[in-house]
């Protein structure tokens, strides 16, 4: 062996000498944090003993994320929805985890489900994700799971479930999951995790007290692309021999959200719980997403309804607008696609939004991607370019893999879309409490109004029932056929008798919650015509 071969060697091994020491260090120095983390909650010992650990209390979600508010201003006033009679059941022998809470919208609502109190019962065994709905049935839940209300599905719940110290330092400690190398961030301790399951989160720790502060991860999101979520611990104190927070509150980073925050009554350590196990029917069930299809029914000449969702389509002389691209980005896709066959050789080229509501425009990243002009008032141009325009670079949606420039098309009051072939009319729903900013077609050839919430947002309840003839008097419309998002092709004295047991109905919730001393929202029901 010659000399410099010798030489070369040595540094080589001097090298990986030296890198091993690092990991080491580095290893050594994960340890002593987790270690006086463990200490600062109870203790490493009874924090590896932990066998379960119940939490009871309340709590409120920003509803739709801040993106149902009454208008799409980051100024408007946000609504809430209610967890009232809440428990989180951290299964730490069995990495079981369960959510249970009732859930009441805080503002009026047309649907009797939105002020029903009925439980949400979602569970994580493993890898596995199954709910049990208020009659019982049990199915298997989806890995990830996007609703205009929640995120869900299996990688939140096993987030959520690491929002608790106990469970978050137990994880960290875990050979089988990775851990990076401590950082600074101020006073904080920030480590980055990487589950055994593929799932990344970070978390930091405080320098003083060694508690942990904040639990941060990434979620993708219909809307807006993928959302960072900040779970914030707040008011340690004793329970069970661990110190636990009395206050969570997880922030996304869009328009600083408070998404969802969570206030403790009590903990409730090492009792005996309900067995969390998936049930065999679960575990051998699908998780895969549904498949998505699109039908069309004409309404008029040159205007079809497309289900599932309820889009309207109009045909002009060289070109189809299509109204709505809600549900979520399958339903819009699939709506798109049936909508480029019903008049071969022209395109698609705009979309009308109803309004900004997070449950209507589920699609919209779908529409801008797909190269559409987006036509709403221009009230609704802010929040539509802020989803238009947010990136998706840890879960890339088909705006972030194709992404296509944001064009707008802008009105007031009124415009009028129109060629050789077909006038369609935008108006403004003036004077909609539910919706500022929203808009209804209106077709003068055929008498067609297309609508989303103006009169058919649910036939169970009527908040604003005077707001769909309101508009159609205002602007002087007459209407013999609407093609609605929710409730299909209707007539209008169809609508008009909805409207009017709606605002019925409404009524009676207003006197059966005063009767109990309720003031409920919305209360008492404002109507000059029903």
């Not at 010992?45 to 508010?69: D, H």
């Not at 002020?115 to 065994?125: E, G, R, S, T």
């Not at 997880?250 to 206030?263: L, S």
Request: glycine share 8%; proline share 5%; hydrophobic share 40%.
């Amino acid at each position: 062996m010659t000399r410099r071969l010798v030489h070369v060697l040595a540094t080589l091994l001097s090298g990986a000498l030296t890198l091993g020491a690092a990991n080491a260090q580095a290893s050594s120095d994960d340890r002593a944090i987790l270690t006086a983390t463990a200490e600062a909650l109870g203790g490493l010992e009874r924090v590896r003993s932990v066998k379960n650990i119940t939490l009871s209390g309340y709590g409120q979600y920003a509803y739709m994320f801040g993106g149902g508010n009454i208008t799409g201003s980051p100024e408007a006033p946000q609504k809430y929805q209610a967890a009232n009679d809440l428990k989180r059941v951290y299964d730490l022998e069995h990495d079981r985890f369960q959510q249970l809470e009732r859930r009441n919208f805080l503002f009026p609502f047309a649907a009797i489900f939105g002020h029903a109190y009925a439980q949400a019962n979602l569970v994580l065994d493993g890898d596995i994700g199954y709910e049990v709905a208020p009659d019982g049935k049990v199915t298997r839940s989806r890995k990830w799971i996007e609703s205009p209300l929640h995120i869900d599905g299996v990688h939140m719940r096993r987030i959520w479930m690491l929002n608790n110290p106990v469970a978050l330092v137990r994880a960290a400690l875990d050979p089988a999951n990775k851990l990076s190398a401590p950082r600074k961030e101020g006073d904080l301790t920030v480590l980055d995790l990487t589950l055994k399951q593929g799932d990344k989160l970070s978390f930091a720790i405080d320098g003083r007290s060694k508690l942990p502060t904040w639990v941060r991860w990434k979620n993708p999101h219909s809307n807006l692309g993928q959302v960072t979520l900040t779970t914030y611990l707040n008011g340690y104190a004793p329970y069970g021999g661990l110190l636990m927070p009395l206050g969570y509150v997880t922030r996304i980073d869009w328009r600083n959200v408070d998404y969802f925050k969570m206030y403790v009554d009590d903990y409730v350590v090492d009792t005996q719980i309900a067995n969390l196990a998936a049930p065999e029917a679960v575990r051998t069930a699908s998780d895969a997403d549904p498949v998505v299809t699109s039908e069309a029914t004409q309404v008029a000449p040159g205007v079809w309804r497309l289900t599932p969702y309820g889009n309207t389509v109009f045909e002009f002389a060289d070109h189809l607008a299509i109204y709505e691209l809600g549900g979520s980005h399958a339903a819009a896709k699939a709506a798109i696609d049936k909508a480029r066959t019903l008049v071969p050789g022209k395109p698609l080229t705009e979309y009308i939004p109803s309004h900004h509501h997070f449950d209507h425009t589920a699609g919209f990243r779908v529409g801008v991607a797909e190269g559409l002009t987006v036509v709403s008032r221009f009230g609704n141009e802010g929040i539509l370019r802020e989803m238009a325009e947010r990136r998706a670079p840890d879960y890339p949606d088909i705006q972030e893999k194709n992404r296509k420039p944001f064009k707008f098309r802008g009105f007031d009051d009124h415009l009028r879309m129109s060629d050789s072939k077909a006038t369609v009319d935008l108006y403004w729903a003036r004077g909609n409490t539910h919706m500022a900013d929203a808009v209804f077609a209106y077709v003068p050839a055929s008498k067609v109004f297309v609508e989303g919430d103006m009169a058919t947002a649910a036939k169970d309840y009527q908040f604003w029932g005077d707001n769909y003839m309101d508009n159609v008097e205002h602007y002087k419309l007459e209407v013999e056929t609407l093609s609605t998002v929710h409730m299909g092709i209707m007539k209008p004295a169809e609508v008009i008798e909805m409207v009017k047991g709606g605002v019925q109905r409404a009524r009676e919730r207003c006197a059966s919650e005063l009767a109990k001393g309720n003031y409920f929202p919305g209360c008492p029901i404002v109507s000059n015509r029903y």
